[in-house]
């Protein structure tokens, strides 16, 4: 699945979508593809901070535990709760319905630092995530 241009990624595999102030972040379809079935997700509560390139949370498979690191800086403002519910969401919408938190960002200009999707697409064909 070639990734959604609107996202940018990290090298780690997360992707951010951003609207105004406010990140939406998850993790990509490669990183879940390689994980395989997700089983359990653990994520920040609204509150704590996410740091750049710091780990933030976990996401565990049939295959293996993972950190999740944050791609930018800020606080956390929500959390989805569906996916921590029904971990398997992030195999089956990665980029929809499995995103894990939104952060108001510290700092927009940390984007720019992020990998585009074409740029993504390119560099995942020949990674492994975390």
């Known amino acids: 699945m070639a990734a959604p241009e609107d996202l940018r ?6 992707w951010v979508r951003i609207d105004g102030d406010v990140a939406t972040i998850g993790i990509s379809d490669q990183a879940q593809g390689e994980l395989g079935d997700i089983t359990y997700l653990e994520l920040p509560d609204v509150g704590e901070r996410v740091a750049q390139s710091q780990p933030f949370g976990i996401v565990e498979s049939v295959k293996a535990a993972s950190d999740i690191y944050g791609p930018v800086d800020g606080e ?30 510290d700092d927009p ?12 697409d390119t560099f995942a064909e020949t990674a492994t995530p975390h």
């Not at 709760?81 to 108001?104: F, G, H, K, M, T």
């Open 9 to 14: 990624f990290t090298r780690t595999h997360e």
């Open 76 to 105: 956390v403002v929500e959390r989805n709760e569906a996916a921590v519910e029904s971990p398997d969401l992030v195999n089956s919408s990665p980029y929809e319905r499995a995103w894990l938190v939104r952060i108001r960002l």
């Open 109 to 120: 200009a940390q984007i720019e630092r992020l990998m585009p999707a074409d740029e993504y």
